[in-house]
């Protein structure tokens, strides 16, 4: 048995009966978008940490050192949204290959400090090393809640209302475009049609005023980013809370340039939006009697558009869609997995590398 057969929520539950997890202070430990640790009666300390692997979260030939650094910032930033929090100091280690030129050495430095500027984050230490294996990237995030605000996963209750940021399918379509044109620079002409998907891809907004807003309004009862995709991140969030859900197909903020790009490979923009993954957009649930008032408060402040995608259902119904045909299909919890091989299963392998024979099957 090797890691690859356990995949990654398998080797999660192994290490977890070896290593010491558990404290009075930790209020939330493994299996949330960050820690919570509690510093006193209000103040909660939020911790998170993702590492970026050259070949397998992105490619040199098509993100600049600056989206690369950019990018590994914005999703640990993404997971500190997911908790409604603010963001505070962030600690980066840099795994360096030896013929890294000095001039993408400064470039990966400002793609940091940018998104670091943007969201107030100052740099409080970190770690170099060279690393032969290709560039790595690891980041450890801290920020600050309070404990009337803090959101987890795990509050979802039946007959709550289901609502996503943003749009959703933008970025596997961005990177699929990224990956076309890197394999037949024919398709160029592409790019600037499609130049928000890739952007969605390359540089991801993570959703702070977004989240702040939802935590603040007092009638949040769960929150996550999507970072694995809709249906994964749902069944996430529905395993945690101990209950079910229904999406409904027609409500799904589908960007509206992906329908051409899902066609020029066969996909459909369905599978984008539910199985991509990478959008860093929040899947937010709402009690039942949210008014109008507070939904377009938090509109307002997340600077980014919210919709209204479906319903919380008990724990028996299972996670489904209810496809435009009114069919209820069952939506299972698929999405990325690092260490499933391979880690795509959907739609013919909507995340896989792009292969000359696979873009129009
Ligand atoms: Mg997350």
């Known amino acids: 048995v090797n890691i690859s057969d356990l995949g990654e929520s398998g080797l999660i539950a192994r290490l977890k009966t070896i290593l010491p997890t558990a404290s009075p202070d930790l209020l939330i430990g493994i299996g949330d978008d960050c820690a919570a640790i509690k510093l006193d009666d209000n103040r909660l300390l939020l911790a998170t940490c993702d590492i970026q692997v050259e070949g397998e979260h992105f490619h040199r030939y098509y993100f600049t050192p600056y989206q690369i650094g950019r990018r590994a910032l914005a999703v640990n930033l993404s997971d500190i949204a997911a908790m409604g929090g603010k963001p505070t100091f962030v600690f980066i280690s840099l795994g360096l290959p030896p013929d890294l030129p000095t001039e993408d050495f400064d470039d990966l430095q400002r793609g940091i400090a940018d998104i670091a500027n943007e969201f107030g984050v100052i740099v409080a230490g970190g770690n170099l090393s060279r690393s032969p294996a290709g560039l790595i990237v690891d980041i450890f995030l801290l920020g600050e809640t309070t404990s009337d605000r803090l959101l987890t996963r795990s509050g979802a209750r039946p007959g709550d209302r289901v609502f996503v940021t943003g749009h959703l399918g933008a970025s596997i379509a961005g990177l699929r475009l990224l990956q076309a044109i890197h394999a037949n620079p024919d398709k160029s002409e592409l790019a600037p049609r499609s130049s928000q998907l890739v952007t969605a891809h390359t540089q991801p907004t993570p959703r702070i005023a977004a989240g702040q807003a939802i935590a603040a309004s007092g009638w949040a009862t769960a929150m996550i980013d999507i970072s694995d995709g809709l249906a994964a991140d749902l069944g996430h969030l529905c395993e945690q809370s101990g209950v079910g859900a229904e999406i409904r197909q027609t409500s799904l903020p589908i960007p509206p340039e992906l329908p051409e790009v899902a066609a020029a490979w066969g996909v459909s923009p369905l599978d984008l939006a539910l199985y991509g993954g990478e959008d860093y957009e929040l899947l937010f649930i ?69 292969k000359e024979d696979s873009r129009n099957p």
């Open 286 to 354: 709402l009690k039942p009697d949210t008014s109008d008032a507070v939904i377009a408060a938090i509109n307002e402040s997340a600077g980014v558009t919210i919709t209204e995608i479906g319903r919380i259902l008990p724990k028996e119904d299972g996670c489904r869609l209810l496809s435009d045909s009114v069919a209820r299909i069952p939506l299972p919890p698929r999405g990325w997995d690092h260490f499933s091989s391979p880690p795509y299963e959907v739609g013919g392998g909507v995340r896989g590398e792009l």
